[in-house]
């Protein structure tokens, strides 16, 4: 026998113990009805590997829907179930001849891998008997389907009536193993990562104890693979999570569920490319293929040997070609996703593409989402939690105080080490990752925090700054609404949501939330800078000038020289707003004159006593205000002051901004005297 049948005969014989009463053997497998969804398991032809050793196709297929005509409608539908969650180790696949769809798993044996191969391919067949009929359920529900459930009876024995102890196997003994903690460790993650992810072809790899991430070429693009131990699903509980993204430009939602299909059935009722367990769909522009392990799964080096053993596979063995699949982890692409993916543009690394939410032009109205700094004040030093490790808990928190939050995050990753399902440490890492840039990390180390204490608001507050952050802006107004939902007049939520509200161009909506948070923290800058960007861009001058000034004159040096930034950038676009300014021309002709008669020395010491007024702000439009100067005689309007400090920079640095452009003035008071521009 090969690999392929001994595999088969195995899970017939002894791990299934398949009762005959209610199974067809066939010539390259079996079918069977553990309950009454149809299950065949066959070996569907032969695939030789580069180093010439041939291995066995085998495919796993459960019926589900039955007369079933894939519209666009009914794409969207299957894919949508599946972006949501309702995928294991299978996928749906749409047999347009028989007009059914079937959830599918397709793995290539050989002889080296099968003993451990075997045991998950066994798991999958108890995972599709399960999924089965819920899925149906739920598909037959959606309208425009107009299919029906794909139940059917052994030919001889008919309907079966009591279901294969089989098909109890995810309630009695699956579900409750995903109670626990996830099962893969964070040391598995680092030494998967270490010896296998950190050469060619990977492009980026980086791991913690969530999981890890690996960037793989992919074409003229590149392609992300997620590893990670802190998204549960949703039957099973926790189990590990992997998910490889392609882009893939389509026209619509509906020819991306289709393309996802058709993936699906090229992948996994075909000759697979690496191991198929797993689902693909189409989300935003991406093509994602996902299968999800229970904890029941878990055994020490099975990590490993998804990622690193040969494969059979045109694509040639992993980790040498790691940029084709040869694992679950390290999915492959057929030379149709390829084709599928080329009219994308230039790739942008998926590991790269953070932007700051006020990147835009013009007034950044979302430069001031809230960081570290805000939280380091309701950090939860809750010690009590900690006994054991009380030292190492005042240690970071003491470097998040001083500044040092390199030391800070090695310090809370030891604490995540130790116990990783410390809802206090893991949201005080999430901050530290969120302050020094790293909000993928972020991100994830948040909604682990959130699965162990989805009553913390704060926690919400920080992950939707790291969603914000990344640029996905819909989810950080999810995670901030519902911060605002567990707590009303929590500042810190309120002030980000309005960050979120203003960069999204929902103005009014931001307006409301800060003005919310400024009866709650009065006077605190980056709210009062906020403030002042949203009148701003509401075209609501006046206001914004007064919240600008509020802010310069606030303790925090930072916010005040935004603010006195902005209200020089007010001044010149109200100065220069009627053309050009005459008395501004004799303003300058009059600094020309007076500096002609000072030296060097003196016209230094001017610019710099002007320069040190204008920091305080200087009112180009208020001509009864006058200031005096140390260094001239005289009072002098902020007009004058700003036109002496432009020709005097003129004079003693020539091209520096002073924020102020006066060029057209300064040109014709130069012609007035008759002398070329410095």
């Not at 993928?440 to 992950?463: F, H, I, K, M, Q």
């Amino acid at each position: 026998m090969n690999a392929g049948e001994r595999t088969i005969e195995w899970l017939y014989k002894h791990q299934l113990q398949v009762d005959a009463e209610w199974s067809v053997r066939t010539e390259r497998g079996f079918t069977w009805w553990p309950c009454q969804h149809a299950q065949r398991v066959e070996i569907t032809g032969d695939v030789k590997g580069p180093d010439g050793a041939t291995g066995q196709c085998v495919v796993i297929r459960t019926e589900v829907l039955r007369d079933l005509d894939l519209t666009d409608g009914a794409a969207v539908a299957i894919n949508g179930l599946i972006q949501a969650g309702a995928y294991t180790m299978s996928g749906l696949v749409y047999d347009a001849a028989m007009r059914r769809l079937d959830l599918c798993s397709s793995v290539v044996v050989h002889e080296d891998i099968r003993e451990w191969l075997q045991l998950l391919m066994s798991i999958a067949v108890v995972l599709q008997i399960a999924e089965a009929q819920p899925m149906a359920d739920t598909l037959v529900k959606y309208d425009g389907i107009g299919a029906s459930e794909a139940t059917s009876g052994h030919p001889t024995n008919g309907m079966r009536t009591s279901s294969d102890e089989m098909a109890t196997i995810d309630r009695s003994v699956i579900i409750p193993s995903g109670r626990g903690p996830c099962a893969w460790t964070a040391k598995e993650f680092a030494d998967v990562e270490s010896r296998y992810m950190q050469k060619p072809p990977a492009l980026f790899s980086m791991s913690d104890w969530t999981g890890v991430n690996v960037e793989f070429p992919y074409g003229d693009f590149s392609s992300l693979c997620e590893v990670v131990a802190n998204k549960p699903h949703l039957a099973y509980g926790n189990g590990l999570r992997v998910t490889q993204s392609f882009p893939m430009s389509k026209s619509s939602d509906a020819e991306g569920a289709r393309f996802a299909l058709l993936m699906n059935a090229t992948e996994l009722a075909g000759n697979p490319v690496g191991y198929g367990f797993g689902s693909y769909f189409y989300r935003e522009g991406l093509l994602r293929f996902s299968t999800f392990f229970p904890n029941f799964i878990h055994k020490p080096g099975l990590l490993p040997n998804l990622c690193t053993s040969p494969q059979p596979s045109a694509h040639g063995p992993c980790p040498s070609n790691l940029s084709a699949r040869t694992g679950p982890a390290i999915h492959s692409t057929s030379d149709i996703a390829q084709r599928g993916g080329r009219s994308l543009v230039r790739r942008r690394p998926f590991s790269k593409r953070r932007r700051d939410a006020g990147d835009e032009d013009g007034p950044r109205a979302s430069c001031w989402l809230s960081a570290l700094r805000v939280y380091t004040d309701i950090m939860n030093t809750d010690r009590d939690r900690h006994a054991d490790g009380q030292s190492k808990l005042e240690q970071a928190l003491a470097a998040v105080q001083a500044g040092d939050l390199d030391s800070a995050r090695r310090q809370f990753e030891e604490l995540v080490m130790d116990d990783p399902h410390d809802p206090l440490v893991l949201y005080n890492l999430g901050l530290c990752y969120n302050e020094v840039g790293s909000y993928d990390a972020a991100r994830r180390t948040l909604l682990s925090c959130l699965a162990l204490d989805p009553g913390e608001a704060n926690t919400y507050v920080a992950l939707g700054l790291a969603e914000a952050k990344l640029g996905q802006m819909a989810d950080a107004e999810a995670h901030l609404v519902q911060a605002v939902t567990l707590e009303p007049d929590n500042p810190y939520a309120l002030r980000n949501l309005a960050s979120v509200h203003a960069a999204t161009g929902r103005l009014p909506q931001a307006l409301e939330e800060l003005l919310r948070v400024d009866t709650i923290l009065h006077d605190d800058p980056p709210t009062v800078y906020g403030l002042g960007l949203v009148y701003r861009t509401l075209g609501r001058p006046m206001e914004a000038t007064r919240s600008f000034q509020r802010c310069a004159a606030l303790a925090d040096l930072t916010y005040a020289e935004m603010a006195r930034d902005q209200l020089r950038e007010m001044a010149e676009q109200s100065f220069k707003s009627g053309g050009l300014r005459i008395d501004a021309v004799q303003f300058c002709y009059e600094a020309l004159t007076r500096f002609d008669a000072m030296t060097e020395e003196a016209v230094q010491t001017t610019v710099n006593e002007i320069a040190l007024l204008g920091r305080h702000g200087l009112d180009p439009h208020d001509a009864e205000k006058k200031h005096t100067l140390g260094s001239m005689e005289g009072r002098f309007s902020g007009l004058q002051l700003i036109c002496f400090l432009y020709v005097g920079i003129e004079r003693v640095a020539p091209g520096q901004d002073i924020g102020f452009d006066l060029s057209s003035e300064y040109d014709i008071a130069c012609a007035w005297r008759k002398e070329p521009r410095a």
